[in-house]
Nanobody
Framework: QVQLVESGGGSVQAGGSLRLSCAASGYTYYSNYMGWFRQAPGKEREGVAAIYIGVGGGGTYYADSVKVRFTISRDTAKNTVYLQMNSLKPEDTAMYYC???????????????????WGQGTQVTVSS
């Protein structure tokens, strides 16, 4: 089992920044990807960013809607993954979830269905 705890959400005005954190614990050794996902009311959960944390890891993946504005990173020593969000827009408003995936090859790292473990989520609200 892997436990994930998100933090860092909040309310900001358009153009502002937030940094989300995801602290992982448990059997994290078997995880190959960590990802950030979001879900707005009435919409499906979508992949925002992912990072490969397996052997030789570090590769990152982004949804087109957040490229350049968002950056995913990790602190191996702290077993924590971050999502730096800049130039936030009202359409970024959603519940943001951290997730871990054991699957290494094949399906897109931004596909929510490929992830095994999920955090409880942290709300991000961007006002215009």
């Amino acid at each position: 089992q892997v436990q994930l705890v998100e933090s860092g959400g909040g309310s900001v005005q358009a153009g502002g920044s937030l940094r989300l954190s995801c602290a992982a614990s448990g059997y994290t050794y078997y995880s190959n990807y960590m990802g950030w996902f979001r879900q707005a009311p009435g919409k499906e959960r979508e992949g925002v960013a992912a990072i490969y944390i397996g052997v030789g890891g570090g590769g990152t993946y982004y949804a087109d809607s957040v490229k350049v504005r968002f950056t995913i990173s990790r602190d191996t020593a702290k077993n924590t993954v971050y999502l730096q969000m800049n130039s936030l827009k009202p359409e970024d408003t959603a519940m943001y979830y951290c997730a871990a995936r054991t699957e290494r090859y094949g399906r897109s790292p931004l596909s929510p269905v490929t992830y095994n473990y999920w955090g409880q989520g942290t709300q991000v609200t961007v006002s215009s």
